[in-house]
């Protein structure tokens, strides 16, 4: 597999739609993720990251404007003891409540398939950073079948001892279009830098500054577990 520049990636792709980076920095001391949601229409758009104890939800910019908030409001980001789950929809809760009770993250996304919005049929993706003797971390893709809802593809990549410098990437469609094709393939690999302000800059520099709404980057220190958050919003 070849490395691929995530600031090619996305400044060659107008929409990626929502993306999930994880990750280790280059020094080896800190788990990275990153999430970033897109979107086309005028609801998609009229959103924020804001901050919800350890994690993050999505919220409605402007109240007033909000049509169907069913797969747009959600907690993209939940803390559970040592793992840090990161989902682009509610699954995020299905993971959290399931790894709870032991079930391990693969088990927690079996009542979960890809979003009822056809034809589009958006993936849930989802990711888990776990750290405890070591870091170790893991994506999944829920997708419909070639576009057949009536069946669901699952696919799970499990990352163990993470190497310094490097993560992968995924995100919900391959490029624009009616319908919205689904994310094909391994998540990319890609590689992360040591410092949070850099790696922020040049993911929301790389977004189409069109489509681009919120963008959340936390550094995790392995050692201590103290945590660095950023989070940008358009609308703000």
Known sequence: MKMLSIEQELKSNSYPGRGIVIGKSKDGKKAVTAYFIMGRSENSRNRIFVEDGEGIRTQAFDPSKLTDPSLIIYA???????????TNGDQTDTIYECM??????????????????GPNYTPRISGIMHIENGYNYAMSILKSSNGN????????FAYEDAV?????????????????????????????????????EL???????DNK????????DIASGTYE?????KNQ
Not at 100 to 115: C, G, I, P, V
Not at 213 to 218: D, E, G, I, M, T
Not at 229 to 233: A, D, E, G, R, S
Request: aromatic share 12%.
């Open 229 to 233: 958050t950023k989070i940008v919003n």
């Open 203 to 209: 993911l929301w520099n790389s977004l189409n500054e």
């Open 213 to 220: 709404v919120s963008l959340f980057v936390r550094y995790i």
């Open 100 to 117: 709870d009770k032991q079930m391990t993250f693969e088990q927690s996304l079996r009542s979960r398939e890809f979003e009822p919005d």
């Open 164 to 200: 310094a410098g490097e993560g992968h990437f995924i995100h919900t469609y391959m490029c624009d279009g009616d319908p919205l094709p689904s994310f094909e393939g391994e998540p990319k690999w890609i590689s992360i830098p040591d410092d949070i302000e850099d790696f922020t």
């Open 76 to 86: 993209p980001v939940r803390v559970l003891g040592n793992k840090t789950i990161v």
């Open 149 to 156: 809802p009536g069946s669901c593809s699952r696919y799970t």
